[in-house]
């Protein structure tokens, strides 16, 4: 196997490489903002958590006008 290092092919310019780190920069940036979008998501167990307080004031909604129509 040939050492890469040593192919003059495979070498880059002072000027690819400092290009290379800068786009490497960016990657890392747009990463960090969409890892930082993604924790904003809310989560199964929050939604099914206000979808169950939604349930329940309906219910207890729907308790208290059948006990106001009952009397």
């Known amino acids: 196997m040939p050492n ?3 192919d ?3 070498r880059l ?3 690819q490489a400092d290009k290379a780190r ?3 920069a960016i990657l890392l940036d747009e990463l960090d903002f969409l890892k ?3 924790s ?3 989560t ?3 939604l099914s958590r206000m979808w169950l307080i939604g ?3 309906v219910w207890a909604l729907l308790a208290v006008i059948v006990s106001l129509l009952v009397r």
């Open 44 to 46: 199964r167990a929050w």
């Open 8 to 10: 003059p092919e495979y």
């Open 36 to 38: 930082l979008q993604l």
């Open 22 to 24: 800068e786009d490497f």
């Open 4 to 6: 890469l290092a040593d």
């Open 40 to 42: 904003r998501l809310p």
């Open 13 to 15: 310019a002072l000027r």
């Open 55 to 57: 349930l329940a004031s």
